[in-house]
């Protein structure tokens, strides 16, 4: 169980958000490095600081399901039902996105988005009320930081908010599950 959300660290990440800067932060899964993801500025600062190539797409974090249909051209049914059903982290890769920046979505237009089940992450993104980035805390092909004490000290320095440690308290430590949906029903695991 989470503790009471602490609204003045929500209010401080928001800000930076809106200023267009980067935020360390606690999700679901593992410590992430996150910005507006329909900034593009933020999403060209996220990809250097990780030292990692822009032709990757990165995950973004939605508050809801509302939030996710205004960023998902056609959500299929078949991922409406996992997320019905959905009782771990789960990021499903939807086949055409609108609205992100450059970079977070892949090539192809589709995009990987998660509902976090952790309640700070979410009230930050309604009050922020637009999608983040959610990339791992590390620098590109570097282990991802399960819990704040393995961040490393550049990604840490380099952020220009970073969250309370206390705040990662119901994150699983792991990375979330990866689901790509197709418009037919198609359903792929590519990470279980």
Known sequence: MEKEIDIE???AAVETLKS???????TDTVWGLGCDATNEEAVARVFE???RSDSKSLITLVSDADMLARYVEVIPEVAINLLEINDKPMTIIYPSVMGLAKGVAAED????IRIPMHD?????IRRFRKPIVST?????????PAFYEEIPLEIIETADWVADPYLEEGATG???QIIRVGLRGEVEVLRG
């Open 136 to 144: 791992s805390a590390n620098i590109s092909g570097e282990p991802a």
């Open 174 to 176: 792991e990375p979330s």
């Open 20 to 26: 267009g800067g980067i935020i360390l932060y606690p």
């Open 49 to 51: 600081l990780k030292k």
């Open 9 to 11: 660290e929500v209010k």
């Open 109 to 112: 237009g589709s995009a990987g």
């Open 120 to 124: 700070w992450c979410r009230e930050v």
